[in-house]
């Protein structure tokens, strides 16, 4: 059965890591479920763009909106809305729409790279885990190794034959996960693409 997994903006801001949160996503084949399906608010799109923009002033309009168009389009019927945002106690208010809407959608986990909010959740009582995407990718690699190594082959076929990129001694797509901040899930994928 998929579980609900709401991803922080930071995520949707990495090309990398939206790459793989839709290549396991969409990555399953046709008659097995996905090992889980990405939830979202507009908040948390917009924050991406937001951030997008704000680091990238002179990028066509195209280049900010294209993606979270996308991201909008694939995952239209998981959308969480019309939530209240509550007050969690937690010191950076602005996250406090991402708790809120992890109770709104009852999800089982929330995926970020802000290792404040991943340490706040441990030390409350949510019915939601955090966790980084460094951990969250090492997991669903536990639960389903055979998708995430064709996954990973495929995107390392991507860079060589699309992108015309081929790393000497390291494969691109592990090169490209380690920047991501996924240092513990790329040594895994580097171990199944040798």
Known sequence: MSIPVLFDANIWYSRTLTDWCFLLFLGS???????????WTEDIIAEAQYHLRRNNPHAPEGAISKRSKRIRGALAEWEISGFVVGNYGYADIHDHHVL??????????????????????DSQQFLFDVLTPDDFFCHIFEAFPGLCKRVAQENEAYWEKVKGVKAADRSTTVVMLERSGCPNFATVIDSVLR
């Open 29 to 39: 084949d046709k008659d097995v479920e996905p090992p889980f399906f990405p939830v």
């Open 100 to 121: 809120s809407a992890a109770v709104a959608g009852n999800v089982q986990y929330v995926v970020t790279s802000d290792r404040g909010l991943v340490d706040y959740v």
